[in-house]
């Protein structure tokens, strides 16, 4: 783990425990597979690649005596690294047989094999855990119930019904708003990389090209010119059709055609999320005054982002703008939210009506301004920024024109 990724792990950790000691929390859980890599440092396969739920917890204690305690099953907490030593391993049995024939393991042996995981076994490790760092009867402990099924919340209530157990979401929301000099250097090279295949693919789109075809070219390019990052989404449109899909059209594009660029490059777990929007030849004046509209609101939203301004206030006068500048019935729940490790692209706090929150130095925010109409299809831009203390600084550097094609 390089000096860097320490550092990011040991703000986390300092950070974490002055929200813990303010909602006097004795512990703080992590179970979903974001904030599981959030607290640890170690991205789960379980949960990652094979996206399985409820398989492992990271356990960071308000005592900052105690190690980050993860809880794994014995088959994937063989990966840990050794160097991860401000962590402590505990692993449970599973199904995947793993044999000790030297003995290495000693008395942690077990050969249990279970069917699946079991989260009893987890939870009652947890417990166990708990207690042994010092963490009384009754104990207030955040654990992301939301995340979790029915099943899982009433095996963690009956393993380790000792303690309190409180919601972590807020906490979580919180910590990860703000973001370390690691993970917003992740963030500037996703950003990078994901204008670099929308560069490289528009030069390949002429009169025929379907959005499998340009799907096909924009996945190429990631691979031979942005280190070989995957996308973590690429949701390309062409023509009038607007809705995201799994299985791209082959329909062949026409003169007067808008092209639309929704994409995200994922590095280190951290994903980009930024938008632009082609035109094949000439777009129609509809098109140019929508986007008209959504370029005055855009620009005005980067405009105004800086330390201190409330996200429901940059909304309202964006919203405005827009609604001003032509499209008098837009209409959306954001203009914009957080960046960073959610599989979902989108993570609060959000430009909302209703978001309170004010923007801070650290903060790395998605601004956008997308429409999508029948008979139009899709425009977009969306940029990433970063909050500085004296106001923000854009990390895209692809033009915001309309380009025609």
Same mark, same amino acid.
């Given at each position: 783990?390089?000096?860097?990724?320490? &550092?990011?792990?040991?703000?986390? @950790?300092?950070?974490?425990?002055?929200?813990?000691?303010?909602?006097?929390?004795?512990?703080? !859980?992590?179970? /979903?597979?974001?904030?599981?890599?959030?607290?640890?440092?170690?991205?789960?396969?379980?949960?990652?690649?094979? =996206?399985?739920?409820?398989? @492992?917890?990271?356990?960071?204690?308000?005592?900052?005596?105690?190690?980050?305690?993860?809880?794994?099953?014995?088959?994937?907490? #063989?990966?840990?690294? &050794?160097?991860?030593?401000?962590?402590?391993?505990?692993?449970?049995?599973?199904?995947?047989?793993?044999?000790?024939?030297?003995?290495?393991?000693?008395?942690?042996?077990?050969?249990?094999?279970?069917?699946?995981?079991?989260?009893?076994?987890?939870?009652?490790?947890?417990? &166990?855990?708990?207690?042994?760092?010092?963490? /009384?009867?009754?104990?207030?402990? #955040?654990?992301? %119930?939301?995340?979790?099924?029915?099943?899982?919340? /009433?095996?963690?209530? =009956?393993?380790?019904? +000792?303690?309190?157990?409180?919601?972590?979401?807020?906490?979580?929301?919180?910590?990860?708003?703000?973001?370390?000099?690691?993970?917003?250097? =992740?963030?500037?090279?996703?950003?990078?990389?994901?204008?670099?295949?929308? +560069?490289?693919?528009?030069?390949?789109?002429?009169?025929?090209?379907?959005? +499998?075809?340009?799907?096909?070219?924009?996945?190429?390019?990631?691979?031979?010119?942005?280190?070989?990052?995957?996308?973590?989404?690429?949701?390309?449109?062409?023509?009038?059709?607007?809705?995201?899909? &799994?299985?791209?059209?082959?329909?062949?594009?026409?003169?007067?055609?808008?092209?639309?660029?929704?994409?995200?490059?994922?590095?280190?777990?951290?994903?980009?999320?930024? #938008?632009?929007?082609? !035109?094949?030849?000439?777009?129609?004046?509809?098109?140019?005054?929508?986007?008209?509209?959504?370029?005055?609101?855009?620009?005005?939203?980067?405009?105004?982002?800086?330390?201190?301004?409330?996200?429901?206030?940059?909304?309202?006068?964006?919203?405005?703008?827009?609604?001003?500048?032509? %499209?008098?019935?837009? $209409?959306?729940?954001?203009?914009?939210?957080?960046?960073?490790?959610?599989? #979902? +692209?989108?993570?609060?706090?959000?430009?909302?009506?209703?978001?309170?929150?004010?923007?801070?130095?650290?903060?790395?925010?998605?601004?956008?301004?997308?429409?999508?109409?029948?008979?139009?299809?899709?425009?977009?831009?969306?940029?990433?920024?970063?909050?500085?203390? $004296?106001?923000?600084?854009? %990390?895209?550097?692809?033009?915001?024109?309309?380009?025609?094609?």
């Amino acid at each position: 783990m390089v000096a860097a990724e320490q &550092e990011h792990l040991e703000s986390i @950790a300092e950070r974490a425990r002055l929200i813990m000691e303010k909602e006097q929390l004795d512990a703080l !859980v992590a179970v /979903s597979c974001e904030n599981f890599y959030y607290l640890s440092g170690y991205p789960s396969a379980f949960m990652y690649t094979l =996206q399985m739920n409820e398989v @492992a917890l990271a356990v960071l204690f308000r005592d900052p005596a105690r190690k980050t305690v993860l809880i794994m099953n014995e088959f994937e907490a #063989a990966g840990v690294p &050794e160097e991860m030593t401000h962590c402590e391993m505990r692993s449970y049995p599973t199904w995947v047989d793993v044999d000790d024939p030297f003995g290495i393991r000693g008395s942690k042996f077990q050969g249990k094999r279970p069917v699946a995981p079991l989260v009893e076994e987890m939870f009652g490790m947890l417990g &166990e855990v708990l207690a042994e760092y010092g963490v /009384s009867s009754g104990g207030r402990v #955040a654990v992301e %119930l939301s995340a979790m099924r029915y099943p899982a919340v /009433s095996a963690l209530r =009956q393993t380790a019904g +000792a303690f309190e157990f409180v919601e972590a979401k807020g906490v979580f929301t919180e910590l990860r708003v703000l973001k370390t000099p690691w993970e917003i250097e =992740q963030l500037r090279k996703g950003c990078s990389y994901a204008e670099k295949g929308i +560069a490289e693919t528009v030069r390949s789109i002429g009169p025929g090209s379907s959005a +499998a075809d340009i799907v096909h070219v924009f996945r190429k390019a990631l691979m031979e010119h942005a280190d070989g990052h995957p996308a973590r989404f690429h949701m390309i449109s062409v023509g009038d059709r607007f809705a995201p899909v &799994e299985r791209f059209d082959t329909r062949p594009s026409k003169p007067g055609d808008l092209i639309k660029f929704d994409v995200g490059v994922e590095v280190m777990g951290y994903g980009s999320d930024i #938008a632009r929007t082609f !035109v094949l030849g000439t777009p129609s004046d509809t098109a140019k005054r929508v986007y008209g509209a959504l370029r005055a609101g855009h620009d005005r939203l980067l405009e105004m982002i800086e330390p201190g301004l409330p996200m429901q206030q940059a909304f309202h006068e964006g919203m405005d703008l827009i609604r001003r500048s032509g %499209l008098d019935n837009y $209409n959306r729940g954001h203009l914009g939210h957080s960046a960073g490790l959610s599989l #979902a +692209a989108e993570e609060p706090p959000f430009i909302s009506p209703s978001e309170t929150t004010v923007f801070r130095p650290g903060m790395v925010i998605c601004v956008e301004t997308p429409y999508y109409g029948y008979g139009v299809g899709s425009i977009m831009i969306e940029d990433m920024v970063l909050v500085t203390e $004296n106001g923000c600084e854009r %990390l895209n550097k692809l033009s915001r024109d309309l380009i025609s094609l």
